[in-house]
């Protein structure tokens, strides 16, 4: 398995996506801490601690006033927190080059074909993912507070307070993310294709937020279902104590469902796969 | 004693109600250049996908090195390196990158393995060149070099001469010789084409409608497309004697009793009897048998069709 890996490794660092992804990663980083987040942040809604709601109007007001400020490194981590679900779209040419391409333009065959047990090949892609989510994650949290930090100063202490206070915020939205991109992850092996996984990929993280909020207009019970959709939970996360407990249980236990389902069904469905 | 590098036993695979391939027991002797000829959609593919691993048989059994359970087939498949249906590379890798991500994944600590297998395959010009820019001829030979890496000692090769020019054929041919003698890898390679195969194969199996109608060796085939006469006579030892001494030839072979099979005289039927009769021989029947080789596989198909 660590051999799959590091040939991964190997056809990644030389191929166009990865640099390709970060050069906008950084662009896009750079240009939040230059004019803040706000025009960034799209349609977030999130929980109170008494799992009330307040919408556009309530807490993202803070957020998008607090935003109007100078995007010192201090400040940095808690304004990006509301579009950390960008990340998902981020980690999308990164399922594509370590999952789906291989399907795609078929190189999965001279593996399989070589002896690699279907099981170490899965995994494998699985690790691979989660080690890029990582590194994404790192990157979408350090990278900022040292850009705002040399731009406009720091403006507090840097302490064990501050790592812990991004840490709470950062740790269950890098959950998620991983457990989104689980799905992408279950795309690539169920459809076997590169087009798939990018319409799917991209309907799932788009349909269920724009179908919940057309219901909602309905009825705010459906406000209940927001829980399940990670992508929401994501944005969720973006103040301290903004979600009540047991709201947080229920996105972490979603989280862990995503992950287990995806990666349990991935498996299965592709030990028993015929690979064209 | 021979040794088998691939055996199988009754492998079956359905898609719905039909069987792509239907009891097929064969086996690949070390040595090997195994020719399994058939039409397109007669099953050679999906035999070879089984064998791969890249399809899994509804009945029947594969036996690779001796191995027959899931985790001895894969670490068998450790010695074996094939291309099935078309090269599938990286595209925006370079020949080199693309057999450099291969060795590292297979874990060759040798880094001189890309070199060697680029060399093998006459690639070394064109190794720094991305894949994609490649042309088919330059793909399929890339192929053989992807399936050389590892230096295995069984190579599956799905009809690899497919879109060539009559030079890149002749190449291909050529290395498949040339490893064989050279470095004694097995091979199974398929075609349609029974007089290409015939240049390289050493035995033969003949595919149709996903079964094994035929296994032959290159010896049997040979003597079945050769042209002869078949000459029937009361007494073969006269016979023979007669040939030898009155028309000097000893290109002949005694079948039984009464056949002989003359390679000799084509053109001049009327001669050998004649000389046959004049010393004593009664020759009751005479005449040309045999077929090219592309004939032979045709009224072996034939001959399926009509007794199905």
């Known amino acids: 398995m660590l051999n799959i890996i590091k040939a991964d490794l190997y056809r990644i660092f030389r191929g166009k996506t990865i640099y390709i992804t970060l050069v906008i990663l950084l662009a896009l980083l750079v240009l939040q ?67 789906a391409a291989d399907f795609s333009n078929g190189a999965v065959k001279n593996l399989i074909s070589s002896g690699i047990s279907r099981n170490k090949y899965f995994f494998a892609k699985f690790i691979l993912l989660a080690l890029f989510c990582v590194i994404l994650m790192v990157i979408y949290v350090i990278l900022p507070i040292i850009l705002g930090t040399v731009i406009n100063g720091f403006d507090g202490e840097f302490n064990i307070e501050f790592i812990k206070d991004v840490a709470k915020i950062y740790l269950p939205q890098f959950f998620l993310v991983f457990a989104f991109v689980c799905i992408g992850l279950f795309i690539s092996f169920t459809f076997k294709s590169v087009a798939a996984l990018n319409t799917i990929y991209i309907m799932f993280s788009l349909l269920p937020t724009i179908v919940l909020a ?32 047991s709201d947080f249980v229920k996105m972490m236990i979603t989280g862990c469902v995503y ?18 | 004693m021979n040794q088998n590098v691939l055996q199988t036993r009754n492998i079956t695979k359905r898609y719905g109600k039909i069987a792509a391939v239907d009891n097929v027991s064969m086996a690949i002797q070390k040595g090997d250049i195994y020719g399994l000829i058939g039409r397109n959609g007669a099953g050679k593919t999906t035999l070879m996908r089984m064998i791969t691993a890249l399809t899994f048989p509804n009945d029947g059994e594969l036996e690779l090195f001796g191995q027959t359970s899931e985790k001895g087939l894969n670490q068998s498949r450790r010695r074996m390196g094939s291309v099935v249906e078309t090269p599938a590379l990286y595209p925006n890798l370079t020949a080199k990158q693309n057999l450099e ?109 996903g079964k094994l109608i035929k296994e032959l060796t290159e010896a049997e085939l040979y003597e079945q497309c050769q042209r002869c006469l078949s000459i029937t006579v009361d007494d073969t030892t006269k016979a023979t004697t007669v040939l030898e001494t009155v028309l000097n030839t000893k290109k002949y072979k005694v079948i039984n009793n009464n056949e002989i099979r003359l390679y000799d005289y084509f053109d001049n039927t009327s001669e050998v009897t004649f000389q046959l009769n004049a010393n004593g021989v009664r020759v009751s029947a005479i005449g040309e048998i045999g077929d090219n080789l592309e004939d032979y596989f045709v009224s072996l198909i034939e001959e399926v069709n009509l007794s199905a």
């Open chain 1, 214 to 245: 057309i219901l909602v207009e309905f009825n705010d019970k459906f406000f209940e279902l927001m829980n399940y959709i990670p992508v929401f939970a994501i944005k969720s996360f973006a103040i301290p104590g903004s979600i009540a407990t």
């Open chain 1, 33 to 99: 801490v230059l004019y803040g987040a706000d025009g960034l942040i799209f349609g977030v809604m999130v929980y109170t601690e008494d799992a009330s709601i307040i919408d556009a109007d309530g807490a993202l007001n803070e957020i998008i006033s607090s935003n109007n400020q100078i995007m010192t490194g201090n400040h940095v981590p808690f304004s990006f927190a509301a579009v950390t679900d960008n990340l998902i779209y981020f980690m999308l040419p990164f399922i594509a080059i370590i999952a």
């Open chain 2, 101 to 209: 991500y291969y060795r590292i994944l297979r874990g060759i600590p040798n880094k001189k393995a890309v070199y060697d297998a680029l060399e093998a395959v006459n690639l070394t010009d064109t190794s720094n060149k991305k894949f994609k820019h490649f042309s088919l001829g330059m793909k399929q030979r890339l192929g053989l070099a992807l399936a050389l890496i590892s230096n295995p000692d069984f190579i599956i090769l799905d009809e690899p001469t497919n879109g060539l020019d009559p030079m890149g054929i002749v190449e291909m041919r050529e290395m498949i010789k040339t490893l064989k003698n050279e470095r004694g890898i097995t091979f199974m390679v398929s075609s349609h084409i029974l007089s290409e195969l015939s240049l390289i194969a050493t035995r033969y199996g003949i595919i149709h409608d």
């Open chain 1, 259 to 276: 992950i287990v389902v995806c990666t349990v069904g991935g498996i299965l469905l592709f030990r028993k796969a015929e690979i064209k």
